[in-house]
């Protein structure tokens, strides 16, 4: 007698489901992926008891058909995929098929759906496995699905469950791990009536604020500093902590493809490159982005599994360690208030009009700069045709060696505390700065269009544009030109944020624009884009781009007449002096200047 047979669906999904809902916090995780899979803006999670008696997730994602919604709870059913070989291009959270059939087999799962182009939603009663009902309601557009009585059907897996506080703080923290990635997108998460996280759209950096800046007593994001490296192996981005902000508790994050991870050799490269700088038992909060071809991950990995194998660990390992090396070090390359031992500095690419100009000067303090005992570092990163043969080279060596990814630093490196300085804002257009040697002055508009161009164009590199969709959009008609023009821009303006759709020959409307835009100046924005882009016969992507950055770094930069309080002004400064080039703006403006004590005492003699 034959003994093998098919186990029923009900019963593989409930072993399925033992390995992809755990708790609440995976069966969260596994929904508020399908949201961000369909593209939803905004996402709200409303959870009863943590989880174990209500967990909803909302979303205004494109929907599911009447077919779908039923299709999506059939194991394996996916519309991620199609065959093994589109695993190695995946751009989406899901692609197993497996967590809803999971989730519907251990719960009470009600779901109502609406596509845009549907009338009428769909709404869906399923319990263990059992669909009860199925029948058009009204409905917004997008997905509502509730799971109740979590693990009804499972009592032992029920009692697994820990205390309330515990399952809730396992579910934040996976909440946390997804909202990290997607900054763009609003977030709420509420448990029984009480708001827990209300995440509006905004940049990474204010993400990270809003987060974590809480506990902390001084602003989290100025004690981060950014971290950036682009290869044609992979892209590395995001934020460390300084040095002296390291603490007991840290907040230690990493990315790949927007996918949270584990990884402890990444995390050494990471501490590597604080070598000297930590006292005992502090360590620094990190977020780290990777962005990779998904060919060189291995991407198979179990659901509710962290750890991410890379094709080129110790190759990665060095542009990682290298990368965040740089950022200390150009945190260290704040120019000193402290004039004391002058030494000329060489700013990189003063405008030659302006060159006469004398820019600031800065004491050297050679053993700030990571790279300097480093005498055989490359200049810039090797091309990465035929890396391969450079991984089998380094794969020999026993530590790995530095490898300075993008520019070195050639400028000599000091660090001053710039928070310890008492900025004075002059007729509401100056930061004065007082240093030993004399006063900084500070163009407070020129000096953020510097910061906000170098944010937008690291936005547009990375298509990471902060969208704000517009309630009502704006129609905006234009001449032949203009449309040719704008038709040839179209790709870069969405990298920057904005979203068009061209309704006739000659108008388009305005869907969305770059959140740091307001809805007015937006329009003009795009106008006086467009204008530059003809008037100055840009023809490549490069020129575009930076046009593009400019224009809306002008728009979005903070104006003269604003007051600033004093945290501002430090915040300002700081991130000036961030950048390689703070002396001047990219259009070549003056940024700062400074009056020297001698000349002060000249002139009141
Ligand atoms: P996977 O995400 O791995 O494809 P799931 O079981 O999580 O598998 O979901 C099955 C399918 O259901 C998805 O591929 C998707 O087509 C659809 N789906 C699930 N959640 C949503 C949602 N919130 N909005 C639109 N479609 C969804
Ligand atoms: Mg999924």
Same mark, same amino acid.
């Given at each position: 007698?034959?003994?093998?047979?098919l186990?029923?669906?009900s019963?593989?999904?409930?072993?399925?489901a033992?390995?992809?809902?755990?708790?609440?916090?995976s069966?969260?995780?596994?929904?508020?992926?399908?949201a961000?899979?369909a593209?939803?803006?905004?996402?709200?999670?409303?959870l009863?008891?943590a989880?174990?008696?209500?967990?909803?997730v909302i979303?205004?994602?494109?929907?599911?058909?009447?077919?779908?919604?039923?299709?999506?709870?059939?194991?394996? $059913?996916?519309s991620?995929?199609?065959?093994?070989?589109?695993?190695f291009?995946?751009?989406?959270m899901?692609?197993?098929g497996e967590a809803?059939?999971?989730?519907a087999?251990?719960? %009470?799962?009600e779901?109502?759906?609406?596509?845009?182009?549907?009338?009428?939603?769909?709404?869906?009663?399923?319990?263990?496995?059992?669909?009860?009902?199925?029948?058009?309601?009204? $409905?917004p557009?997008?997905?509502?699905?509730?799971?109740?009585?979590?693990?009804?059907?499972v009592?032992?897996?029920?009692r697994f469950?820990?205390k309330?506080?515990?399952?809730?703080?396992?579910?934040?923290?996976?909440?946390?791990?997804?909202?990290?990635?997607?900054?763009?997108?609003?977030?709420?998460?509420?448990n029984?009536?009480?708001?827990?996280?209300?995440?509006p759209?905004?940049?990474?950096?204010?993400?990270?604020?809003?987060?974590?800046?809480s506990?902390?007593? *001084?602003?989290?994001?100025?004690?981060?500093?950014?971290v950036?490296?682009?290869?044609?192996?992979?892209?590395?981005s995001?934020?460390?902590g300084?040095?002296e902000?390291a603490?007991?508790?840290?907040?230690?994050? @990493?990315?790949?493809?927007?996918? &949270?991870? *584990?990884?402890p050799?990444?995390h050494?490269?990471?501490?590597?490159? &604080?070598q000297? @700088?930590?006292?005992?038992?502090?360590?620094p909060s990190?977020? /780290?982005?990777?962005?990779?071809?998904?060919?060189d991950?291995?991407?198979?990995?179990?659901?509710?599994?962290?750890? /991410?194998k890379?094709?080129?660990?110790?190759y990665?390992?060095?542009?990682?360690?290298?990368?965040?090396?740089q950022?200390?070090?150009?945190?260290?390359?704040?120019?000193?208030l402290?004039?004391?031992?002058?030494?000329?500095?060489?700013i990189?690419?003063?405008?030659?009009?302006?060159?006469?100009? %004398?820019t600031?000067q800065?004491?050297?303090?050679?053993? &700030?700069?990571?790279?300097?005992s480093?005498?055989?570092?490359?200049p810039?990163?090797?091309?990465?045709?035929?890396?391969e043969?450079?991984?089998?080279?380094?794969l020999?060596?026993e530590?790995?060696?530095?490898?300075?990814?993008?520019?070195?630093?050639?400028?000599?490196?000091?660090f001053?505390?710039?928070?310890?300085?008492?900025?004075?804002?002059?007729?509401e257009? &100056?930061?004065?700065?007082?240093?030993?040697q004399?006063?900084?002055?500070?163009?407070?508009?020129?000096a953020?269009?510097?910061?906000?161009?170098?944010?937008?164009?690291?936005?547009?590199?990375?298509h990471?544009?902060?969208?704000q969709?517009?309630?009502?959009?704006e129609?905006?008609?234009?001449s032949t030109?203009?449309?040719?023009t704008?038709?040839a821009?179209?790709d870069d303006?969405?990298?920057?944020?904005?979203?068009?759709?061209?309704?006739?020959?000659?108008?388009?409307?305005?869907?969305?624009?770059?959140?740091?835009?307001?809805?007015?100046?937006a329009m003009?924005?795009?106008?006086?884009i467009?204008?530059?882009?003809?008037e100055?016969?840009?023809s490549?992507?490069?020129?575009?781009?930076?046009?593009?950055?400019? $224009?809306?770094?002008?728009?979005s930069?903070?104006?003269?007449?604003?007051?600033?309080?004093?945290?501002?002004?430090?915040?300002?400064?700081?991130?000036?002096?961030a950048?390689?080039?703070?002396?001047?703006?990219?259009?070549?403006?003056?940024?700062?200047?400074?009056?020297?004590?001698?000349e002060?005492e000249?002139?009141?003699?």
């Amino acid at each position: 007698m034959d003994v093998i047979h098919l186990l029923p669906d009900s019963v593989a999904n409930q072993i399925a489901a033992g390995e992809v809902i755990q708790r609440p916090a995976s069966c969260l995780k596994e929904l508020v992926e399908n949201a961000i899979d369909a593209g939803a803006q905004s996402i709200q999670v409303l959870l009863q008891d943590a989880g174990s008696t209500l967990l909803q997730v909302i979303d205004d994602g494109k929907g599911m058909s009447e077919t779908d919604v039923r299709m999506a709870f059939e194991r394996h $059913a996916t519309s991620k995929i199609r065959e093994a070989s589109d695993l190695f291009s995946l751009h989406t959270m899901g692609f197993r098929g497996e967590a809803l059939a999971s989730i519907a087999a251990v719960a %009470r799962v009600e779901v109502i759906s609406r596509r845009e182009e549907d009338e009428l939603g769909t709404c869906l009663m399923i319990e263990g496995s059992r669909v009860l009902s199925q029948e058009p309601v009204a $409905a917004p557009v997008g997905t509502s699905m509730k799971v109740k009585d979590l693990f009804f059907n499972v009592p032992a897996r029920r009692r697994f469950l820990k205390k309330e506080a515990t399952e809730l703080r396992n579910l934040i923290a996976d909440f946390q791990r997804i909202v990290l990635v997607y900054p763009h997108i609003q977030f709420l998460l509420v448990n029984n009536d009480e708001i827990l996280l209300d995440l509006p759209v905004q940049s990474t950096a204010q993400r990270i604020e809003k987060l974590f800046g809480s506990s902390q007593k *001084k602003s989290l994001a100025a004690q981060l500093v950014e971290v950036n490296a682009k290869t044609e192996l992979v892209n590395i981005s995001g934020y460390v902590g300084k040095p002296e902000a390291a603490t007991k508790a840290p907040q230690q994050y @990493m990315f790949v493809n927007g996918r &949270y991870m *584990k990884h402890p050799y990444f995390h050494k490269a990471v501490m590597n490159a &604080y070598q000297g @700088m930590l006292t005992a038992d502090h360590n620094p909060s990190y977020f /780290i982005y990777f962005d990779i071809n998904p060919n060189d991950i291995d991407v198979n990995i179990h659901p509710t599994k962290t750890e /991410i194998k890379f094709a080129d660990e110790p190759y990665i390992w060095q542009i990682l360690s290298a990368a965040v090396r740089q950022s200390l070090g150009k945190f260290h390359v704040v120019p000193s208030l402290d004039f004391e031992q002058p030494t000329d500095v060489e700013i990189p690419q003063i405008p030659t009009d302006l060159s006469q100009v %004398r820019t600031p000067q800065v004491p050297i303090d050679k053993t &700030y700069n990571p790279f300097n005992s480093h005498s055989s570092y490359r200049p810039s990163f090797p091309s990465t045709k035929g890396w391969e043969q450079l991984y089998t080279k380094e794969l020999e060596k026993e530590q790995p060696e530095q490898v300075v990814v993008e520019q070195p630093i050639t400028q000599p490196a000091l660090f001053e505390d710039i928070t310890l300085v008492k900025p004075y804002q002059h007729k509401e257009k &100056y930061i004065v700065l007082s240093g030993v040697q004399g006063l900084m002055i500070i163009d407070q508009h020129r000096a953020h269009v510097s910061i906000q161009y170098h944010y937008f164009c690291d936005l547009m590199r990375a298509h990471k544009g902060v969208k704000q969709q517009l309630l009502f959009p704006e129609i905006i008609d234009l001449s032949t030109d203009e449309v040719s023009t704008l038709l040839a821009v179209q790709d870069d303006l969405r990298n920057a944020g904005f979203e068009l759709t061209q309704i006739s020959k000659q108008s388009f409307s305005i869907d969305a624009i770059p959140a740091e835009l307001s809805g007015q100046s937006a329009m003009q924005s795009l106008v006086n884009i467009l204008h530059t882009i003809m008037e100055e016969n840009i023809s490549t992507q490069a020129q575009r781009n930076q046009a593009i950055a400019l $224009a809306l770094a002008e728009d979005s930069a903070i104006r003269t007449g604003k007051v600033l309080s004093e945290m501002e002004m430090k915040d300002l400064a700081q991130h000036l002096f961030a950048l390689t080039e703070y002396t001047f703006t990219p259009d070549g403006k003056r940024i700062l200047t400074v009056l020297e004590n001698d000349e002060i005492e000249k002139r009141l003699k």
